[in-house]
């Protein structure tokens, strides 16, 4: 089983990109650690005190089973609106990786409209260099009793939570039939941003239509995109979908 790290911008950003693909990951075993660059507050109808028990309930919903994989989540607590892509803050994330020993990464796609989300995939593009580094003391994050030896995450792959009207591009798409109700669920966890707001009410639904529409690509009832600058390699053909 692999030690996989999820960074988002913000809580509900992992939610919306990948939720499908972390509840499907953690009922396979693996071990799966959310980080959230900020707390995600202010919002119009959120603050501090609500946002943070949302994200844990959200986390909760996606996976909900007794002996499946664990979901976890920490908090970075960088300032919301105003990450800055900086070389604290990418030492702060390489001590994420390594006391996780993330193997996979996951970050948002680089094209993207707000400023939180193109400094977050920068700082987590350079953190994974920075996490193979010797000699270099990394922080220890929240919640973690220590580091890890230096570690370099073989694969970083990009899911879409952007702020662009745009169409994904993916280079592979994961198949997550069977777990859109609990991605749903993580999203209206959060309330403040997707129930109390009238602006976003609708953005449930036009995810999960996206969901069916990248399903109906590879023949399925729902799937993912993901992209990745590095090739993809296949042992056999048993996996494709």
């Known amino acids: 089983m692999a030690n996989i790290l999820i960074i988002g911008p913000h809580p509900d950003d992992q939610e919306l990109g990948m939720g499908g693909t972390i509840a499907k990951l953690a009922d396979q075993g693996h071990d799966v650690l959310l980080l959230d660059m900020t707390d995600g507050s202010p919002t119009p109808h959120g603050d501090r005190d609500t946002r943070l028990p949302e994200s844990l309930a959200a986390a909760a919903a996606l996976a909900p089973h007794v002996g499946a994989g664990r979901v976890r989540r920490v908090l970075l607590d960088l300032p919301n609106r105003t990450v800055v892509h900086s070389v604290e803050a990418r030492h702060r994330v390489a001590g994420v990786i390594r006391a996780h020993q993330a193997t996979i990464l996951f970050v948002p796609h680089p094209v993207d409209a707000h400023p939180d989300h193109l400094a977050t995939t920068r700082i987590a593009e350079d953190a994974r260099f920075d996490a193979k580094l010797t000699r270099i003391e990394m922080p220890t994050p929240p919640g973690f009793p220590g580091i890890g030896p230096p ?7 990009y899911y879409y939570c952007t702020h ?3 169409v994904p591009q993916p ?5 997550t039939t069977g777990y859109e109700a609990r991605k749903r669920e993580s999203i209206l966890a959060y309330r403040t941003q997707f129930v109390d707001h009238p602006g976003n009410r609708a953005v449930p639904d036009w ?6 529409f990248m399903g109906s690509r590879i023949g399925t009832a729902s799937a993912e995109p993901f992209w990745a600058r590095e090739p993809l390699g296949l042992t056999n053909l048993s996996a494709l979908s």
């Not at 280079?171 to 198949?175: R, V």
């Not at 995810?207 to 069916?212: F, G, L, P, V």
């Open 207 to 212: 995810i999960a239509a996206q969901d069916r």
């Open 171 to 175: 280079s592979f798409l994961i198949d």
């Open 151 to 157: 570690i370099h995450p073989k694969w970083l792959f």
């Open 164 to 166: 662009l009207r745009t």
